[in-house]
């Protein structure tokens, strides 16, 4: 693509090419698109194409993103890309100002919920919009009046997070004047092997697959699948049957009102093979119960959660001579956090649906009662209903990890860290 400067020298820029599917929006393109997109379908580049295009005639560019960290390899990108025919160049503002007279500014959501909200742009594109909070908001007060004066228009891309605004986007683009929307795949991109998309159909839960790749819209509620096939082992099995296999163990801590799960997993035989439920009991007496456990089965090690008392438990479980293994952190146990909880629940869902991973009958009510509900900022939050439990839940995450996953500490390893106090703040 080529462009004359004031001074009549010809600058060059280079675009990626864009495959049929790209070029299928981009020919239909209305005022306002709604663009509903499986992962690595190529949204990014069509994105960037259209805005490139547009400041090339001269008009200026807004591009909202979710969050800073989201729009940074954007913006690295179209800089590059619009180097040879920038004019002027701001990285604290993050505007590009082109020889056309074109302009870019990049926003992000996170560090102003109003961003934007006194220019004027010929078009704004929303990127990652499945995960913009309170999305139709933000377009009804603060983007929708930036398009007035030069009539621009507006695309939203994004990737299925729920039925959120997002989706009501799409939704009542269906039939609107002015609105056009498009559903694509990632099997839509010609560059990412289908051999390839498969092996994720195999390895995602179904939910995930449906969303991140087949950009299908989800509802929200119950999470795990498969579970008359898993959740049916009707009591615990002796270790005789199991001499010679590698077990771990994994617990959900609880005192009071909530119950500790502790449990037992077979790697050779990929089930749980023995496993306690309790409450109101002390945790001199809880890690009693642990450590019987633990010698039964000749377990060679032991994942305990580490929120809340996880802490001196850990300790004391390890300078008994148990081996804890460590957390996706590298840790001792498992510290439940925000970032690694989604994860941890979709590796015991894909063990259902791909790995006919055997549990407890009992847990069968937990397991399907336990939802996913998309909140406002886009993200999933995992959990058990109002007023029920979810111990059964995480002790059976932390088990399949704990089973699929290597590492442990001695009291040794431990003792290195320092005093309860030093490790438990380096553990926050």
């Keep these: 693509m080529t462009n004359q400067s004031a001074s009549d020298a010809t600058k060059v820029i280079t675009l990626p090419r864009l495959h049929t599917a790209q070029l299928n929006i981009k020919q239909g393109l209305r005022r306002f698109n709604v663009l509903d997109c499986g992962r690595r379908f190529g949204k990014n580049i069509l994105d ?10 001269g008009y200026p560019v807004g591009w ?6 989201y729009m940074a390899p954007s913006w690295r990108e179209i800089r590059s890309v619009l180097a040879p025919i920038t004019k002027d160049r701001s990285e604290q503002e993050r505007r590009i100002e082109i020889i056309t007279g074109g302009v870019l500014e990049m926003w992000s959501f996170d560090s102003n919920p109003d961003a934007g909200r006194s220019r004027k742009y010929k078009l704004a594109i929303v990127n990652e ?3 913009v909070s309170r999305l139709m908001e933000i377009w009804n007060t603060s983007i929708r009046a930036t398009l007035a004066d ?21 939704s009542m683009a269906e039939d609107k004047e002015n609105w056009a929307r498009w559903k694509y795949s990632t099997y ?13 159909k195999k390895e995602l839960p179904g939910r995930v697959y449906q969303q991140e790749i087949m950009a299908d819209f989800v509802e929200d509620g119950g999470f795990f699948q498969n579970i008359d096939q898993c959740a049916v082992i009707e009591k615990p ?14 617990l959900d801590w609880g005192q009071s009102n909530d119950f500790t799960v502790q449990g037992v997993g077979c790697r050779e035989c990929n089930k749980v093979v023995d496993w306690e439920r309790f409450n109101q009991m002390d945790y001199t007496y809880q890690r009693e119960k642990v450590k019987t456990m633990y010698k039964r089965w000749d377990c060679e090690g032991v994942m305990p959660e580490r929120n809340s008392m996880g802490v001196p438990n850990i300790e004391i479980l390890a300078q008994d001579g148990l081996r804890v293994l460590s957390g996706t952190d590298g840790l001792p146990g498992f510290n439940m956090t925000a970032s690694n909880k989604p994860p941890l629940i979709q590796g015991l869902a894909v063990s259902f649906e791909h790995d006919n991973f055997q ?5 069968s009510d937990e397991l399907r009662s336990f939802e996913v509900l998309t909140m406002a900022s886009g993200h999933p939050r995992f959990s058990a209903p109002d007023g029920r439990h979810d111990d059964w839940v995480i002790m059976l995450a932390i ?20 005093s309860v106090d030093d490790y438990e703040s380096k553990w926050k």
Excluded at 189 to 200: G, K, S, Y
């Design 48 to 57: 960037e194409d259209i805005a490139i295009k547009t400041m090339l005639e």
């Design 64 to 69: 909202f993103e979710p969050t800073y960290k």
């Design 129 to 131: 919009a499945g995960l």
């Design 150 to 170: 030069m009539r621009g228009g507006a695309i939203f891309s994004g990737t299925p997070k729920g039925l959120n605004d997002f989706y009501k986007l799409y």
């Design 188 to 200: 839509d991109n010609p560059h990412i092997p289908r051999d390839e998309i498969d092996d994720l």
């Design 237 to 250: 099995d002796d270790p005789l049957n199991h001499r010679g296999h590698r077990k771990v163990m994994a």
């Design 359 to 363: 549990v407890p009958k009992e847990a």
């Design 399 to 418: 088990l399949r990890h704990a089973m699929t996953a290597g590492g442990g500490s001695t009291w040794a390893d431990i003792e290195s860290l320092g």
